[in-house]
C-alpha cells in the first residue's frame, strides 16, 4: 500500500553534507497485459455493441533521477531532486516529461518548503490504493494527485507521529493537465502511531473542491486492510460548460465521490497478495454515471530491487448522454452527432511483469 509520498521523499533527502553528492535513482517496470472490453451503446431503438480484444507491453510509471543535499549550516540543507518519465518500451513524445522536479530548503526545526512542479499532497493521504501495474480494475477519483507547475510544498517536522502539509500553485499552470487557470491551495495533515496511518487533505482552486480521507490498519504483522473517501465538485468547469482539465469530457454539477477498500497480506514465502474494490459515483460530476473496479494481485520479492507482478482485475462503467467514443470507423461516421441514452462497458484483464529499482 503506499506511504507518505511527500514526507517519505523529504526525510529521504535529509542527508548530511558527508553526502551531498547527487543520488541517481529510478524504476524500470514493464508488464505484459491482455484486456478484453465489451461495449454498448444505447439510444431508443438504435444499439451498438463492440467487444475488443488488446495485448501487449507496458511501461508503469518508468523514471530515473537526480536528488540530493548539500549542508548551509548546522539545521538547514538545500535539497533537490530532477526527476523524468521513461516510457521503455516505446519512442513516444513523452519521454522524460518531468515528474517531481524542484529545489527547496529542508531545516531540522521549522520542516522542508519545495519549490517546482509537484505532485498535489493529497498523494500523501492515500493510505488504501494496492494495484500496481496496468491493472484494469485500477480506477479512482477525476481528481487524484495531479502535477502542478510553479508550486510551493511545506512538509512540517514530525510532531508525535503527525505531520502537516501545504501548497500552492500560481494561476500560470496552464499546460495540458494543468489543474486550473486559478490560484490552487491545499492543506492536509497524516498521523502514524504503531498499527494505524491516516490523514486529511483539502485542496481548492477557483470554485472547485476536493477533500480526501484516508488510513490503514496492522491487524496483524502480515495483514493490512486500508480505505479512502474523497468527495470533489467541479464548480469552475461545469458552471462554465467546458472541458475540465481533469478529465477527457466536460464534468458535471454534482458531487462526485470515491469509496477505496483494500488489504494486503504477506506471507511465509517471498509472495504478498492484495486486493482492491473501488466505487465511484457522479463519475466527473455527472449525475448517475457510475464506475466499479476490482482487483488483484501477487508480488514477488525476489530481493530488495526486483520485484515480480501478477494480477487480474475486472471494471464495469455506466454512463449517460454520451457520444460514440469507439474505433469503429463506419460507426463513427453514422454516428458522429448521435447522443446516446446509456452506455455500458466492462472489461476484463491479466498481466504479468518485472518491476527493478536502483
Do not use: C
Not at 511501461?59 to 518519465?85: C, M, P, W
Not at 522524460?96 to 519549490?115: E, I, M, N, P, W
Not at 490503514?216 to 465538485?233: C, D, F, K, M, W
Amino acid at each position: 500500500m503506499k506511504k507518505l509520498a511527500l514526507a517519505t521523499a523529504v526525510a529521504a533527502l535529509s542527508v548530511s553534507a558527508a553526502q551531498a553528492a547527487p543520488t541517481i535513482y529510478g524504476k524500470a517496470f514493464l508488464t505484459v497485459d491482455a484486456n478484453n472490453t465489451d461495449t454498448t451503446y444505447n439510444s431508443g431503438l438504435v444499439q451498438l455493441s463492440e467487444d475488443t480484444n488488446e495485448s501487449g507491453l507496458n511501461s508503469n510509471t518508468s523514471r530515473i533521477g537526480f536528488k540530493g543535499s548539500e549542508a548551509l549550516n548546522a539545521n538547514t540543507d538545500v535539497v533537490y531532486q530532477l526527476e523524468y518519465h521513461i516510457d521503455i518500451d516505446a519512442d513516444r513524445g513523452d519521454n522524460f516529461k518531468s515528474r517531481d522536479t524542484y529545489l527547496g530548503l529542508a531545516h531540522k526545526q521549522y520542516g522542508t518548503l519545495l519549490a517546482g512542479r509537484l505532485t498535489t499532497i493529497d498523494e500523501s493521504v492515500d493510505f488504501a490504493s494496492a494495484l500496481v501495474g496496468n491493472n484494469v480494475a485500477d480506477i479512482g477519483p477525476t481528481f487524484n494527485a495531479p502535477r502542478a507547475n510553479n508550486a510551493f510544498a511545506y512538509v512540517s517536522p514530525e510532531y508525535n507521529g503527525a505531520q502537516f502539509l501545504g501548497m500552492y500553485a500560481f494561476d500560470s499552470d496552464t499546460d495540458k493537465g494543468g489543474l486550473a487557470k486559478d490560484d490552487q491551495f491545499g492543506v492536509g495533515a497524516t498521523y502514524s502511531t504503531g498499527p494505524i496511518n491516516a490523514g486529511a487533505t483539502y485542496i481548492h482552486y477557483g470554485d472547485d473542491s476536493h477533500i480526501r480521507v484516508s488510513g490503514n490498519y496492522a491487524v496483524s504483522p502480515a495483514l493490512t486492510v486500508g480505505a479512502l473517501y474523497q468527495i470533489s465538485e467541479f464548480g469552475v468547469a461545469a458552471k462554465n460548460q467546458k472541458a475540465s482539465p481533469l478529465s477527457e469530457g466536460k464534468v458535471g454539477d454534482k458531487k462526485e465521490s470515491t469509496l477505496i477498500v483494500s488489504g494486503e497480506m504477506k506471507t511465509a514465502t517471498p509472495w504478498t497478495a492484495y486486493g482492491q474494490a473501488t466505487l465511484i459515483k457522479n463519475v466527473a460530476g455527472h449525475d448517475g454515471d457510475e464506475s466499479v473496479g476490482v482487483g488483484i494481485g501477487g508480488k514477488y520479492a525476489f530481493n530488495q530491487a526486483a520485484t515480480g507482478h501478477v494480477y487480474t482485475g475486472y471494471v464495469n462503467s455506466e454512463r449517460k448522454n454520451v457520444k460514440y467514443e469507439g474505433s469503429n470507423e463506419a460507426h463513427q461516421n453514422t454516428h458522429k452527432d448521435t447522443k446516446f441514452d446509456g452506455y455500458k462497458n466492462s472489461g476484463f484483464g491479466i498481466g504479468a511483469g518485472l518491476e527493478y529499482k536502483f
